[in-house]
T-cell receptor
Framework: AQKVTQAQTEISVVEKEDVTLDCVYE???????LFWYKQPPSGELVFLIR??????QNEISGRYSWNFQKSTSSFNFTITASQVVDSAVYFC?????????????????FGKGTKLSVIP | KAGVTQTPRYLIKTRGQQVTLSCSPI?????VSWYQQTPGQGLQFLFE???????NKGNFPGRFSGRQFSNSRSEMNVSTLELGDSALYLC??????????????FGPGTRLLVL
């Protein structure tokens, strides 16, 4: 069975601080996918990133960066120089590889989310 | 380019009734996925459709069903509503099915309250 743990329920930072959101996962699959989503107060989910289990390169996109470490089963998300607009709930998710084959049933497991508040 | 639209935005039903929610993907997108979000269970994947065929399915009872039309619009149906079906139902569209390079775009959701 898959499991995604986001141990930080809520985080508050002051604007311009860096913040890291932790995500630890459990899976028996050797091929899997990891995701991050953002849900601002408006409620609309925003897809941020998808990473497959064979690509351990860190990813940087503007102020966002992701650190994937298979050895510790973690896929952490860092926001550099946080802004008020970054205030949202962030979800980490894990899916098995069947998502690509359209095999019918597959597991996509979300973490409980981390609520980030950036204070001006 | 118009985003993903979901109708209705809010809905109140009573136990035992059935409900149909609609999702119109971004023009040109052929893949639609549905998710349920509740305070207790969090976010859960319901199903994914591509070119009118269900490709993937989450772990939900048969009361939850869906379909996709030739214009890529999708509907999901919940029969015999239960209190626990109260949730925010989110729809996402992408050009192709879930894959390496696909970015999903989400709609604003339909908030369903079952009394």
């Amino acid at each position: 069975a898959q499991k995604v743990t986001q141990a930080q329920t809520e985080i508050s930072v002051v604007e311009k601080e860096d913040v890291t959101l932790d995500c630890v996962y459990e899976t028996r699959d050797t091929t899997y996918y990891l995701f991050w989503y953002k849900q601002p107060p408006s409620g609309e989910l925003v897809f941020l990133i998808r990473r497959n289990s064979f690509d351990e390169q860190n990813e940087i996109s503007g102020r966002y960066s992701w650190n994937f470490q298979k050895s510790t089963s973690s896929f952490n998300f860092t926001i550099t120089a946080s802004q008020v607009v970054d205030s949202a709930v962030y979800f980490c998710a894990l899916s098995d590889s069947r998502v690509l084959s359209g095999a019918g049933s597959y597991q996509l497991t979300f973490g409980k989310g981390t609520k980030l508040s950036v204070i001006p | 380019k118009a985003g993903v639209t979901q109708t209705p935005r809010y809905l109140i039903k009573t136990r035992g009734q059935q409900v149909t929610l609609s999702c119109s993907p971004i023009s040109g997108h052929r893949s639609v996925s549905w998710y349920q979000q509740t305070p207790g269970q969090g976010l859960q994947f319901l199903f994914e459709y591509f070119s009118e065929t269900q490709r993937n399915k989450g772990n939900f009872p048969g009361r939850f069903s869906g379909r996709q039309f030739s214009n890529s619009r999708s509907e999901m149906n919940v029969s015999t509503l239960e209190l626990g079906d109260s949730a925010l139902y989110l729809c996402a569209s992408s050009l192709y099915p879930s894959g390496e390079q696909e970015t999903q775009y989400f709609g604003p959701g339909t908030r369903l309250l079952v009394l």
